[in-house]
Nanobody
Framework: QVQLVESGGGLVQPGGSLRLSCAAS????????MGWYRQAPGKQRELVAT???????NYADSVKGRFTVSRDNAKNTVYLQMNSLKPEDTAVYYC????????????????WGQGTQVTVSS
């Protein structure tokens, strides 16, 4: 089994920055995409940013130019650097691991973290 554990959330003022980390426990041979989704109160969960194993990234239009997703495959860790934060970025941020294979012979599975709260407020 793989567990995804997020860290780095908190309260920040508008215009500030935060860096989220998602560490995957257990063995990971490969994945299709890892990254971040978020869910604000009363809204559906939405894509924020993802990266493939090879580093191809994808961003929601609302965060392009402000957020950067990166990965360290050797550490089984994905990061989200969030700059120029806005109140509308307030949400629970969930780490997502798509198509994770623990070993070369294992099947692919999707995993979610428990979520970390990000609040942007003055």
């Amino acid at each position: 089994q793989v567990q995804l554990v997020e860290s780095g959330g908190g309260l920040v003022q508008p215009g500030g920055s935060l860096r989220l980390s998602c560490a995957a426990s257990g063995s990971i041979f490969s994945y299709s995409a890892m990254g971040w989704y978020r869910q604000a109160p009363g809204k559906q969960r939405e894509l924020v940013a993802t990266t493939t194993w090879d580093g191809v990234t994808n961003y929601a239009d609302s965060v392009k130019g402000r957020f950067t997703v990166s990965r360290d495959n050797a550490k089984n860790t994905v990061y989200l650097q969030m700059n120029s934060l806005k109140p509308e970025d307030t949400a629970v941020y969930y780490c997502y691991g798509g198509g994770i294979r623990m070993f070369i012979s294992s099947g692919r599975r999707d995993y979610w973290g428990q979520g970390t709260q990000v609040t942007v407020s003055s």
